[in-house]
C-alpha cells in the first residue's frame, strides 16, 4: 500500500488555489496520444520472478544498439566507452557525491567539477565553462535566455538547421520569459536568410554545427554580422566528438557554445540521463548571468590549493528572484564520466577518434550514395550525414529493421509532415567494415 497523506479535501484545496478542476487538467498540455490510460499492461499481485519474466519478454521486442548494425544518431550517438569510466564513477566516493555545499568535506567533487569545467573550455574554445547541466537542449535554452538578460532584448534568431528538441526546449522556457524567437527555414543550406534576420532588438543567433542534418558551417561571417547589430552568438552541437576534428566554437567567433556531451562516457542509456555542455567567453557580463554553477581555483589560510564554488546561481543557494536559472542540479555522475573518458583519451586520442568517425562516416556515404535513386544531400559532415531516397524514409527504416539493421533516423520523425524522403545517418568508430557492407546491401534489397 503506497503511503498517501493527502486527503481529498487536501487535494481538492490545492487544486482550488491553482485554479484547475481536476488533476487530469494538469496534464492538458500533454498530447493526448503520449498519456497512458491506466497502467502499463503488466501482471498485477505477481510475484517478483513473474514480474521479471514479464519485463524481459517486453524487453525481448526490442533491438538494442548493440546488437545489430546501428548507423541512428541525431542528437544520440553510439561511441565506446572504456571500462575504467565505469569502474571509476562506481567507487563509492564519487557515486555518492552530491552538491558539494561544504566545500572543506567536498575537495574531490569540486576538483573533478573544475577539471570537467577546464576540458569542455579547451574543446569548445571557450574561456569559461559552468559545471554541467541536464543535456544539451536545456543548456541551448538557458544560452538564448541567458543571451536575453545579457543584451537586454527579447529576440532570438534560431537557425533551421538547430536539432529541433533543442528548438522546442528553447521555446518552452522563453514563452515565459518574454523572449520572441523565429526559426529560419531548415531548407536552407546557408546561414544567409539567419543573417538577414538579425536586427537591432536582437539578442542572439542561434546555429548549430554539425546542424541536425549533418552538414558542417563556419561561423565567421555570421559572427561578424551579428556582433555588428549588437547580438551574440550561441554555436550548438549535438555531436561533441567533433571538436577533436572541427575548428572550435571560440575560434570561429561565437559568445557562448553549448552541446550534448553525451558521446564522451556517458551511453545512450535509453534516452538519458546525459550532460549539458555550456561554456562562453570570459566576459564579466557573461559569467555573472551564466546559468547552474562554477567551481573555481583557490589557496586555504595555510596557502594550498583547494577548490570552491565559485559561482552559485542556483535557487538553492540564493533567493529565487537573484537566481539566473531554476535548474536545481547538474548531471554530477555524468560530467565524471565526461571527464575520466576526457582524460583517457588526452588531446590526441580525443583528435584520433574524431577522425576515425570521419572516416568511417565518408565510407559510408561513398557506399549508400551509390545505390540507384539514393543521393547524398550533405555537402560536407563530420560522422552524419543525410539521404535523399526514392521511398518515404520511414517506411525504409523499418523495413531495415526488419532485417536487423537500425539505418538512422527519418528527417520526418523530427520534423513532422516534412522530408519525407530524408534519411539522416551517423557512422562512430563502433561500426565495423561489415557493419557498412551490411548496411548497403540491406539498403540495396530494400529499395
Same mark, same amino acid.
Given at each position: 500500500?503506497?503511503?498517501?497523506?493527502?486527503?481529498?479535501?487536501?487535494?481538492?484545496?490545492?487544486?482550488?488555489?491553482?485554479?484547475?478542476?481536476?488533476?487530469?487538467?494538469?496534464?492538458?498540455?500533454?498530447?493526448?496520444?503520449?498519456?497512458?490510460?491506466?497502467?502499463?499492461?503488466?501482471?498485477? %499481485?505477481? +510475484?517478483?520472478?513473474?514480474?521479471?519474466?514479464?519485463?524481459?519478454?517486453?524487453?525481448?521486442?526490442?533491438?538494442?544498439?548493440?546488437?545489430?548494425?546501428?548507423?541512428?544518431?541525431?542528437?544520440?550517438?553510439?561511441?565506446?566507452?572504456?571500462?575504467?569510466?565505469?569502474?571509476?564513477?562506481?567507487?563509492?566516493?564519487?557515486?555518492?557525491?552530491?552538491?558539494?555545499y561544504q566545500p572543506e568535506i567536498s575537495q574531490g567533487t569540486l576538483q573533478t567539477l573544475f577539471e570537467f569545467q577546464t576540458q569542455v573550455a579547451l574543446l569548445t574554445g571557450m574561456d569559461v565553462a559552468n559545471a554541467s547541466m541536464y543535456d544539451g537542449s536545456?543548456?541551448?535554452?538557458?544560452?538564448?535566455? =541567458?543571451?536575453?538578460?545579457?543584451?537586454?532584448?527579447?529576440?532570438?534568431?534560431?537557425?533551421?538547421?538547430?536539432?529541433?528538441?533543442?528548438?522546442?526546449?528553447?521555446?518552452?522556457?522563453?514563452?515565459?520569459?518574454?523572449? %520572441?524567437?523565429?526559426?529560419?527555414?531548415?531548407?536552407?543550406?546557408?546561414?544567409?536568410?539567419? =543573417?538577414?534576420?538579425?536586427?537591432?532588438?536582437?539578442?542572439?543567433?542561434?546555429?548549430?554545427?554539425?546542424?541536425?542534418?549533418?552538414?558542417?558551417?563556419?561561423?565567421?561571417?555570421?559572427?561578424?554580422?551579428?556582433?555588428?547589430?549588437?547580438?551574440?552568438?550561441?554555436?550548438?552541437?549535438?555531436?561533441?566528438?567533433?571538436?577533436?576534428?572541427?575548428?572550435?566554437?571560440?575560434?570561429?567567433?561565437?559568445?557562448?557554445?553549448?552541446?550534448?556531451?553525451?558521446?564522451?562516457?556517458?551511453?545512450?542509456?535509453?534516452?538519458?540521463?546525459?550532460?549539458?555542455?555550456?561554456?562562453?567567453?570570459?566576459?564579466?557580463?557573461?559569467?555573472?548571468? =551564466?546559468?547552474?554553477?562554477?567551481?573555481?581555483?583557490?589557496?586555504?589560510?595555510?596557502?594550498?590549493?583547494?577548490?570552491?564554488?565559485?559561482?552559485?546561481?542556483?535557487?538553492?543557494?540564493?533567493?529565487?528572484?537573484?537566481?539566473?536559472?531554476?535548474?536545481?542540479?547538474?548531471?554530477?555522475?555524468?560530467?565524471?564520466?565526461?571527464?575520466?573518458?576526457?582524460?583517457?583519451? +588526452?588531446?590526441?586520442?580525443?583528435?584520433?577518434?574524431?577522425?576515425?568517425?570521419?572516416?568511417?562516416?565518408?565510407?559510408?556515404?561513398?557506399?549508400?550514395?551509390?545505390?540507384?535513386?539514393?543521393?547524398?544531400?550533405?555537402?560536407?559532415?563530420?560522422?552524419?550525414?543525410?539521404?535523399?531516397?526514392?521511398?518515404?524514409?520511414?517506411?525504409?527504416?523499418?523495413?531495415?529493421?526488419?532485417?536487423?539493421?537500425?539505418?538512422?533516423?527519418?528527417?520526418?520523425?523530427?520534423?513532422?509532415? %516534412?522530408?519525407?524522403?530524408?534519411?539522416?545517418?551517423?557512422?562512430?568508430?563502433?561500426?565495423?567494415?561489415?557493419?557498412?557492407?551490411?548496411?548497403? %546491401?540491406?539498403?540495396?534489397?530494400?529499395?
Amino acid at each position: 500500500m503506497r503511503y498517501l497523506p493527502h486527503t481529498d479535501t487536501d487535494r481538492k484545496a490545492m487544486l482550488e488555489a491553482i485554479g484547475v478542476a481536476s488533476i487530469d487538467d494538469l496534464f492538458q498540455d500533454v498530447p493526448e496520444a503520449a498519456r497512458l490510460d491506466g497502467l502499463i499492461d503488466l501482471p498485477t %499481485k505477481q +510475484g517478483e520472478l513473474q514480474v521479471e519474466r514479464a519485463l524481459s519478454a517486453m524487453a525481448s521486442k526490442n533491438i538494442s544498439a548493440g546488437q545489430a548494425p546501428f548507423f541512428v544518431g541525431a542528437g544520440a550517438y553510439k561511441h565506446h566507452i572504456p571500462a575504467t569510466v565505469d569502474h571509476l564513477i562506481q567507487r563509492s566516493e564519487f557515486l555518492t557525491a552530491y552538491t558539494p555545499y561544504q566545500p572543506e568535506i567536498s575537495q574531490g567533487t569540486l576538483q573533478t567539477l573544475f577539471e570537467f569545467q577546464t576540458q569542455v573550455a579547451l574543446l569548445t574554445g571557450m574561456d569559461v565553462a559552468n559545471a554541467s547541466m541536464y543535456d544539451g537542449s536545456t543548456a541551448c535554452a538557458e544560452a538564448v535566455m =541567458m543571451a536575453a538578460r545579457v543584451t537586454r532584448r527579447n529576440k532570438a534568431v534560431m537557425a533551421g538547421g538547430v536539432h529541433p528538441h533543442y528548438v522546442e526546449a528553447s521555446k518552452t522556457l522563453a514563452k515565459y520569459s518574454d523572449v %520572441k524567437i523565429s526559426v529560419t527555414d531548415p531548407d536552407v543550406t546557408d546561414l544567409s536568410a539567419v =543573417m538577414a534576420a538579425i536586427d537591432d532588438e536582437t539578442a542572439c543567433v542561434v546555429v548549430q554545427t554539425p546542424d541536425v542534418f549533418g552538414r558542417l558551417h563556419d561561423l565567421r561571417t555570421l559572427s561578424e554580422a551579428a556582433h555588428e547589430k549588437g547580438a551574440l552568438v550561441i554555436a550548438a552541437f549535438t555531436e561533441c566528438v567533433s571538436l577533436g576534428l572541427v575548428e572550435s566554437p571560440g575560434a570561429m567567433g561565437a559568445d557562448i557554445a553549448v552541446g550534448e556531451g553525451q558521446s564522451i562516457g556517458v551511453g545512450l542509456n535509453f534516452g538519458g540521463p546525459y550532460v549539458g555542455l555550456f561554456a562562453c567567453k570570459d566576459d564579466r557580463r557573461f559569467i555573472r548571468q =551564466m546559468p547552474g554553477r562554477l567551481a573555481g581555483e583557490t589557496v586555504d589560510a595555510d596557502g594550498r590549493r583547494g577548490y570552491v564554488l565559485t559561482l552559485s546561481t542556483r535557487e538553492q543557494h540564493i533567493r529565487r528572484d537573484k537566481a539566473t536559472s531554476n535548474i536545481c542540479t547538474n548531471s554530477g555522475l555524468c560530467s565524471l564520466a565526461w571527464t575520466i573518458h576526457m582524460t583517457l583519451l +588526452g588531446e590526441r586520442g580525443i583528435t584520433r577518434l574524431a577522425r576515425l568517425n570521419h572516416e568511417m562516416a565518408c565510407a559510408l556515404a561513398d557506399r549508400l550514395s551509390a545505390i540507384e535513386g539514393v543521393e547524398l544531400v550533405t555537402d560536407t559532415f563530420f560522422n552524419e550525414f543525410t539521404l535523399r531516397l526514392p521511398r518515404p524514409a520511414a517506411q525504409v527504416v523499418d523495413d531495415l529493421a526488419r532485417i536487423g539493421v537500425l539505418g538512422g533516423v527519418p528527417a520526418s520523425r523530427l520534423y513532422p509532415g %516534412k522530408f519525407e524522403d530524408l534519411l539522416i545517418v551517423a557512422a562512430t568508430e563502433t561500426n565495423t567494415d561489415g557493419d557498412l557492407v551490411a548496411f548497403e %546491401k540491406a539498403l540495396r534489397g530494400v529499395l
